[in-house]
Every structure is written in C-alpha cells, then in structure tokens.
C-alpha cells in the first residue's frame, strides 16, 4: 500500500467522510420568518398601544407557525424560529405592558385628580331644564377643583409661546380639518404666565377646571376653562 494511500485511509478514519450522504433540506414556513421579525419589532410594546398589538400578533403568528411545523413531522424546519419568535413576543409583550402601567400609576401630579375627558365630560353633554340647557351636574362638580386629563391642542397657526389654547378630547377634530363640538373641547389659559409649544400628539394637562362666564357662543369658544399649571407630552395613550 502506498504512502498516499494510507495518509487517504487515516485521515478518512479521523475525519469520516459525507460523501454518499443525501443532503436533507426542510422548507421553512414564511410564518416562522415572519414571527421571529414581529418577535424583534414587539420591542415597540414599550412605547403604547400599537406596540402591544403588534407584540399580540407576533405571539399568535408564531403558534400557528409552531403547530404548523409540529403537524408536518418533520417535513417543515424554522421551529426554532418560531420559538424564539414566540420567546420575544411574549417577553416584549409582559414588559411592555407592566412598564405602561408604571408609567400610568405615576403621571398624575400630586394634587390633582385623573380626569377622562371623554367619560367625565363630553360624554355627560347638556341637560335641558325649562327649556334650556345647563351644564350637567357630573361636570359642574369639577369646577374649582385639580384634575388632571389627556387630549390634544387644537391648531391655530401659532407654533411657539402659547399662553392660551383649545385642548379637544380626540385628533379627529384637530388634525382634519373639523370643529370641535362644545363638549369636545376646553379653554387652557395658562397661569403665572407660563406659556408652551404646540405639541400634535397627545398632551397631559393639568389645572383648576372652570366654566366661562362670559360665554357668548362664538366660533370655537369654548364653555369650559382650565387654568393650566403644567402640560406635557402623554406618556399613555390611557
């Protein structure tokens, strides 16, 4: 036997050859693909809402990716994937929401009670007493006192240095073009003449709640007035 012939034999010995063997390919399933991205992008969970849908949707698509796989027996790859998409979702999704809810628990200034602009006050609209409207009385017992609510600045033109503004409970009215009815919308006058920025998300403000007195019914004048102390960025869409 050759000295070719033997180094051939010993290194064959050492190092067993996959000539011969077939080569096994598993197609993987664009659904496992597609959970591990949602997987990453349910990063967003931390940022609101939209974040934990899409957190929600990465954790079912990778279920159905993994029951999928499982049901092929092992003519489909891509479970790890679908795992470690699921993982993500799931972990992004839990933190995501427990950091919301901290961020909810501890945006109230002291002081100041939580206000839904749309339940405590819109919602609750006009009575009608002989004949005329009143305010209703959930929202006359607001008057004089802190709250605290969420909405957003209604468009004048002026960008910087307001000292006064239209908050509306909803971006329908302010980013298309349409006006507020008078329930849907507050007079923020802001006091120890601080002024803020317009601002197109949504802004928490908080204040003293007053009704106007010299309501005359002109356009985009509005009934109810907030002495505004402090308005900021929201940092929940809640």
């Known amino acids: 036997m050759s000295q070719a012939v033997e180094v051939r034999e010993s290194y064959a010995a050492e190092y067993p050859s996959a000539e011969g063997a077939a080569f096994e390919y598993r197609p993987v399933p664009v659904l496992a693909v597609v959970s591990l991205v949602l997987g990453v992008l349910s990063l967003m969970a931390f940022l ?33 994937l679908a795992i470690l ?27 100041f009670a939580r206000t839904n602009f749309t339940y405590d006050i819109s919602k609750k609209g006009f009575l009608t007493f002989e004949g005329q409207q009143r305010i209703h009385p959930d929202v006359e017992q607001l008057v004089g006192k802190p709250i605290f609510l969420k909405g957003f600045m209604y468009p004048t033109g002026q960008i910087e240095g307001l000292d006064s503004f239209l908050l509306v409970k909803d971006s329908g009215a302010c980013c298309f073009g349409g006006e507020p009815a008078l329930t849907d919308m ?39 007035l907030l002495k505004g102390q402090i308005v900021t960025k929201s940092q929940t869409a809640f």
């Open 48 to 80: 609101g809402i939209t974040g934990m849908l899409v957190a929600s949707l990465g954790i079912i698509i990778s279920v159905v990716s993994l029951l999928k796989i499982v049901r092929a027996r092992g003519e489909l790859g891509g479970r790890r």
């Open 186 to 224: 507050i007079g923020v006058v802001m006091e120890d003449k601080k002024t803020v920025d317009y601002y197109p998300g949504r802004v928490s403000v908080a204040g003293e709640f007053e009704l106007n007195k010299n309501y005359r019914g002109g356009k985009n004048e509005p009934i109810y």
């Open 85 to 111: 998409g699921l993982a993500c979702s799931t972990l992004f999704l839990g933190a995501g929401v427990s950091y919301q809810r901290h961020l909810y628990l501890n945006e109230v200034p002291a002081g």
